[in-house]
């Protein structure tokens, strides 16, 4: 696989039924580590998913830790509004895992800390934006790691 996106905890049906319709376009794998914020069965993740969900590559983790020991990954980067470095300057690998956390508080602070300097956020230059919306926010990166994977062949 050459892209990996992970959700941590989501909690918008809408946003992960597009950020799967996203996976399916780039051939990349779908990780939704639970708590989830509904069900896989919810009619808001099939409607934004249209008829992409069925061929979406999903792996559903129980836990985080569950997700550590099953994947091992080599290579993880963690998007968040409260990074420095933009993912335009990270260098992407193939394989790599994406992470995106929660919509309403993002990833928790343990991950902050732990992962320090594996954290990317996206550029806005806004002047009133706090945020994106974590599907746009996901396609954005993901895109970017495409277009760097594609060119390195």
């Not at 550590?68 to 409260?82: D, I, R």
């Not at 945020?131 to 277009?147: D, G, P, Q």
Request: neutral net charge; hydrophobic residues 40%; proline residues 5%.
């Amino acid at each position: 696989m050459n892209l990996n996106i992970v959700l941590f905890n989501p909690e918008i049906p809408h946003n992960t039924g597009a950020i799967g319709r996203v996976c399916v376009c780039l051939d990349a794998r779908l990780h939704l580590i639970q708590p989830l914020g509904f069900s896989l069965r919810d009619k808001h993740l099939q409607r934004s998913g249209l008829d992409y969900w069925k061929n979406v590559d999903l792996v559903l983790h129980r836990s985080w830790n569950h997700f550590l020991e099953a994947e091992q990954p080599e290579h993880m980067s963690f998007v968040s509004a409260k990074a420095r470095t933009s993912c335009f300057e990270h260098k992407f690998r193939i394989g790599e895992y994406i992470v995106f956390g929660p919509e309403a508080d993002g990833l928790p602070a343990e991950f902050h800390a732990k992962y320090d300097g594996a954290f990317l956020t996206i550029p806005m230059p806004g002047r009133h934006a706090r945020s994106l919306n974590l599907a746009t926010a996901a396609a954005i990166v993901a895109y970017e790691a495409f277009r760097q994977i594609r060119e390195k062949g």
